[in-house]
């Protein structure tokens, strides 16, 4: 198995080094690049505005660690008074690890729709919804709440800048280097990989093994010409790792 793993860095050196460990190889090519929001340092000026109860949404790791660094940076804390919810297992994890607070998130996947399925998210009149995120990304999220009578802000806390590849020598490489398998962890990845693809060389990308981390972007993928599109059960590596190595992946 050789590995085109796709996300950012540290994450995406952190699979490589777990792929490679099992005896395959993994190769890195990051779609997307990471660095502060233009909003972070209005962080606590919209945390300032959220009353006891109110609900702050970690909308990914990156979001955790922008948010968490200016907070230090600022010498304030997270408040004991708000409530916080992670979208998925991993960020979730990753805000206790870092902060020490408590923080929900629904089990089964690591998605909006998935966690907007949680008990405490039904009704949410009188609450504010504060959305640590990065730049753009979709607004089913955002929409749901309002829709659940929640008063919504934001705060863009880091922002995705996609990598300028020469398109020619990017298929040429991972042709000749014979990637069997692809690494995508978001929409907009799968988006700027499409728009790599030389028009020729599209039915030898199709026939790799793409593996997403969402139905939503398997379909996505399925629409574009993937044929083998498989779905991880979350973004976190162990996750990946684990579906990459599986034997019924069903695909």
């Known amino acids: 198995m050789r590995v085109l793993v796709t996300r950012p860095e540290p994450s995406g050196s952190e699979l490589i080094t777990a792929i490679n460990a099992t005896g395959n190889e993994a190769y890195a090519s990051p779609l997307i690049k990471i660095g502060a929001g233009a909003e972070l340092n209005l962080l606590s000026q919209h945390l300032d505005g959220l009353s006891e109860n109110d609900l702050v949404f970690l909308l990914s790791k990156n979001a955790v660690w922008y948010a968490n660094l200016r907070l230090q940076q600022t010498g304030r804390n997270w408040s004991d008074k708000l409530s916080y919810y992670g979208i998925g297992r991993s960020t979730g994890h990753y805000f206790q690890q870092i902060t020490g607070k408590p923080i929900r998130w629904a089990e089964s996947g690591e998605t909006s729709e998935v966690l907007l399925t949680h008990p405490d998210l039904q009704c949410l009149a009188g609450k ?90 398997a379909e996505q993928a399925r629409q574009n010409g993937w044929r083998r599109v498989c779905v991880s059960n979350s ?16 695909c």
């Open 235 to 250: 973004a976190d590596n162990s996750a990946l790792l684990e579906a990459l190595i599986s034997t019924d992946m069903g």
């Open 128 to 217: 504010r919804a504060l959305l640590l995120r990065g730049n753009g990304g979709r607004e089913l999220l955002a929409s749901t709440l309002k829709a659940r009578d929640a008063e919504v802000d934001y705060c863009e806390c880091y922002a995705r800048h996609p990598v300028q590849y020469d398109k020619i020598e990017f298929n040429q490489k991972w042709f000749h280097a014979d990637i069997t398998d692809i690494v995508i962890t978001s929409g907009q990845m799968l988006a700027l990989l499409n728009e790599l693809l030389a028009e020729n060389m599209k039915q030898w990308w199709f026939s790799r093994r793409l593996l997403v981390v969402s139905e939503r972007i």
